[in-house]
């Protein structure tokens, strides 16, 4: 599965961003998707995941009620919206899949390329 992430921006602080990562392939439906960030000298971290179908998510404790993660299978998508940021949320973002299961790790075989999240005070 191939995945590209847009979405990202210059927003203030308190905006709202919605990232989506496209996937190609038929069997995106057998891929939980996660959500990670890595800001400039630190390492890539967990953010959201959802379950192949969108009946689980799982979210980073820094994100949780900040930050809703859906996907289309449908259409081949997965979102993440972003409420309420704040500037320790710059970083770029990526979307990444792994086969069956969500985990929190960085364990995921496929990866987009970032985009580039970046909240102002």
């Known amino acids: 599965v191939q995945l590209q992430a847009s979405g990202g921006g210059l927003v203030q602080a308190g905006g709202s961003l919605r990232l989506s990562c496209a996937a190609s392939?038929?069997?995106?439906?057998?891929?939980?998707i996660g959500w990670f960030r890595q800001a400039p000298g630190q390492e890539r971290e967990f953010v959201a995941g959802i379950s192949r179908m969108g009946g689980s998510t799982i979210y980073a404790d820094s994100v949780k009620g900040r930050f809703t993660v859906s996907r289309d299978n449908a259409k081949n998508a997965v979102h993440l919206q972003m409420n309420g940021l704040k500037p320790e949320d710059t970083a770029v973002y990526y979307c990444a899949a792994r086969w069956w299961t969500v985990v929190i790790t960085t364990e995921y075989g496929y990866w987009g390329q970032g985009t580039q999240v970046t909240v102002s005070s």
């Open positions: 392939g038929r069997t995106f439906i057998s891929y939980a």
